[in-house]
């Protein structure tokens, strides 16, 4: 895969796009453009985007754009309505941070803006230009979650601190280098990592991303830094052309191939294992500047090297308790009405739906607090599955076919909708209906087959449409612009499925709590036949 990356191109859209073509004429077309920095110029000179919004002008490369890093581009940024979103043709936003997996396979790890110490307590950031101990915390956890050595690429606004340590040089880095930065390194072992915002071209001889002849090798990172686009230094580079495939695909004598020059990580006396991934579930990640450390002779000393004012406390425990106290769906919120719940197991539940398009129209859910199906971690999905094989023989024994859906978009707790359907609606008139409506809309549908993960295909905080039908087949839809929440419950009303054109709105069909109720406890009572969970 052909990669091109930019330093800031602070508005300089068009003078990009003309720089590339020149560029593809002597070196072939490239695969996707990544542009790291601050995209935006925050002046009038951004009036050309508009250009490309309208459809007066194209951008002929997969394009991908961050987060802002500054106050001045908020404004800008808040009319993107959700990460994922192409904004204009072949211009994708994909957001503040997270990690997207490529067509071929490329994990591509991303964290945008810079760090500010009251800022970055905060919960969310919305369109700010500060980014969270939260979305950091979750690019530190990625690869253990997934169970991969590291990263492909790595993009980050802000230089890593201490980056050009152990170079044998008197190189400096930025004095404005991010710790939090330094520690995603050491979590996500990019093979590529880039970053800007100092208007400065560094490209540092590769460091190890393992300890020789203590910790077993592994691949090097390279780290580049780019200045900004439409400097006058021809030595200042903005772009870098590369090369790459993904870490799964390559041989590994090849992928740990150490080129002459190598260092050793610059990082590794920031922080240790134990440190970034603590026991205990619920401690932070971070450690005061004064943090004591035992030195050999027992005595307690303070750490050597100066490190910011990170907090001690508990903050991921107290983020996560204000997300389930205001969620309608984790179990243990008290917003959560528990006369609905119909069956539990280890890590999920069943609960009737309130609005429902039939009375054995249900959720799948899990206890805790996740967002979507392709953040859930094995042992959720395992009980996921086997709830879908448990509610698909129960619609079965009552003369049912089953047809489910999740919309991962203006929804912050992962839930699964499963509705009977007549049983002599085939999945192929099921799926002729479904991309009937999709085409009117004029978004697209892909189908995936029954052994397709949505994790695989779908990265975390991407929005996202995903039905699927009795044979295990589905059908995706990546939503990348303006989407109707009610998408899914329409093409299900539609009169050669439900034929319910009145019960669109979810709020239209509430019953009374009592109803509910007696409605649970029949639920309860019919589903113990297919219950495989007492076996």
């Known amino acids: 895969m052909k990669v091109l990356v930019c330093g800031d191109l602070l508005g300089n859209l068009k003078g990009l796009l003309s720089k590339i073509k020149s560029i593809e004429k002597k070196s072939g077309a490239f695969d996707m453009l990544f542009c790291v920095g601050s995209f935006f110029s925050g002046t009038g000179r951004d009036a050309e985007f508009e250009d490309y919004l309208l459809g007066k002008c194209q951008i002929e490369i997969p394009t991908f754009i961050l987060g802002p890093n500054s106050p001045k581009d908020t404004s800008i940024y808040s009319k993107f309505t959700a990460t994922g979103e192409e904004i204009c043709h072949n211009l994708v936003y994909l957001g503040t941070h997270g990690v997207y997996k490529t067509a071929n396979g490329l994990r591509v790890a991303y964290l945008s803006g810079i760090y500010d110490s009251a800022e970055f307590k905060h919960m969310s950031r919305e369109h700010s230009c500060y980014y969270t101990e939260m979305e950091l915390n979750y690019l530190l956890g990625y690869c253990r979650k997934e169970g991969i050595s590291g990263v492909d690429l790595l993009f980050t606004a802000e230089w890593p601190s ?33 970053a800007a915002l100092q208007n400065r071209f560094c490209e540092r001889p590769p460091y190890r991303n393992h300890r020789m002849l203590s910790e077993r090798a592994t ?124 069956h539990i197991q280890t890590q999920t539940y069943l609960a009737l739906a309130k609005g429902a398009l039939h009375r054995d129209h249900v959720l799948i859910l899990p206890i805790s607090h996740i967002a979507a199906v392709n953040e859930a971690p094995s042992n959720v999905m395992e009980e996921l599955v086997k709830y879908k094989f448990m509610l698909k023989a129960y619609f079965k024994s009552k003369g049912f ?36 409506y999709c085409k009117d809309a004029g978004f697209e549908f892909t189908q995936l087959t029954g052994n397709t993960l949505l994790s695989d295909v779908v990265g975390p905080g991407y929005p996202y449409l995903h039905v699927e039908f009795s044979d295990g087949s589905s059908l995706l839809h990546h939503i990348r612009q303006r989407f109707d929440i ?10 050669r499925i439900l034929n319910q054109p009145d019960n669109i709105d979810w709020k239209k069909c509430i019953i009374s709590k009592q109803e509910e109720t007696e409605l649970a406890k029949s639920f309860r009572q019919l589903f113990k036949a297919a219950d495989l969970t007492n076996n």
């Open 401 to 436: 076919g089953i047809i489910l859906y999740e919309r991962n978009f203006k929804s912050n707790h992962l839930q699964i909708q499963a509705i009977p359907v007549p049983e002599h609606l085939s999945v192929d008139i099921l799926k002729a209906v479904c991309i009937e």
């Open 219 to 342: 691949h090097v990172t390279r780290f580049i830094a780019l200045a900004n686009f439409g400097n006058p230094d021809k030595q200042n580079k903005a772009l870098y052309a590369f090369n790459t495939e993904p870490i799964s695909s390559i041989d590994p004598v090849v992928l740990l191939t150490q080129p002459i020059g190598t260092t050793d990580n610059p990082f590794t006396d920031l922080k240790t294992d134990e440190e970034l991934f603590p026991e205990e579930e619920n401690q932070s990640f971070f450690f005061e500047k004064s943090r004591k450390r035992v030195s050999a002779e027992g005595d307690n000393t303070a750490s050597k090297r100066s490190k910011p004012n990170f907090p001690t406390e508990s903050k991921q425990f107290k983020l996560k308790k204000e997300m389930i106290d205001s969620c309608w769906f984790c179990l243990s919120s008290p917003d959560v009405e528990k006369h609905l719940v119909v």
């Open 486 to 495: 009610h998408f899914a419950r329409r093409i299900l009303c539609d009169e």
């Open 162 to 194: 201490q980056v050009l340590n152990a170079t044998g040089t008197s190189e400096e880095a930025p004095a404005a280098g991010s710790y939090p930065i330094s520690l995603a390194c050491l979590a996500l072992k990019p093979r590529y990592h880039f």
